[in-house]
T-cell receptor
């Protein structure tokens, strides 16, 4: 099956520091990856869509200078939370769309998530 | 605006019982509909994916149905187990921009 990994699984950092989260598709190529944020008892909220070799597309209200996304290869995308503050504390989940698609429209495979706590 | 609405918001059932979760959507044009299971503190895991022409798809004790005419889907869980306690999310993708719209999920609690 298709596996997506995230690293780290959890991170605690001080306010003002930057944190990088990696998302890897382990056994398939992903030209498109997605980054989500999820607050407790809420659904996933799409932050940005990352396409390999091009700039990410951010959803309305998401600061691109704060959440830096790099998708340098077909198997790796990174999200860097710059100058993190306590309100950035959340569960960050990435997903990858398989390419070529295994079925109509392709499928999205999710990573296990990264719990970020900013003190 | 594309929307996906799930019901109920939460559900408590006894172990061994069956249950059905609902998903209504307005996403158009339709590409596919997926059901995911998300355990607390984990990423969503795909249960089923259905296209326009598929009415029913099963994955073990999970059976999803799709009525593309009424834009409704359901997820039926048979002989529930404690490990079924999770959030179940319905996701519908459109063919235009290829964007996926997420439902808010149904939180299922299975009690012994």
């Amino acid at each position: 099956g298709a596996v997506v990994s995230q690293h780290p699984s959890w991170v605690i950092c001080k306010s003002g520091t930057s944190v990088k989260i990696e998302c890897r598709s382990l056994d398939f190529q992903a030209t498109t990856m997605f980054w989500y944020r999820q607050f407790p008892k809420q659904s996933l909220m799409l932050m940005a869509t990352s396409n390999e070799g091009s700039k990410a597309t951010y959803e309305q209200g998401v600061e691109k200078d704060k959440f830096l996304i790099n998708h340098a290869s077909l198997t790796l995308s990174t999200l860097t939370v710059t100058s993190a503050h306590p309100e950035d504390s959340s569960f960050y989940i990435c997903s990858a769309r398989d390419f070529p698609p295994r079925g109509p429209g392709g499928e999205q495979f999710f990573g296990p998530g990264t719990r970020l706590t900013v003190l | 605006k594309n929307q996906v609405e799930q019901s109920p918001q939460s559900l408590i059932i006894l172990e061994g019982k069956n249950c059905t979760l609902q998903c209504n959507y307005t996403v158009s044009p339709f590409s596919n509909l997926r059901w995911y299971k998300q355990d607390t503190g984990r990423g969503p895991v795909s249960l089923t994916i259905m296209t326009f022409s598929e009415n029913t798809k099963s994955n073990g004790r999970y059976t999803a149905t799709l009525d593309a005419d009424t834009k409704q889907s359901s997820l039926h869980i048979t002989a529930s187990q404690l490990s079924d306690s999770a959030s179940y999310i319905c996701v519908v993708r459109d063919t235009n921009a290829g964007k996926s719209t997420f439902g808010d999920g149904t939180t299922l609690t299975v009690k012994p």
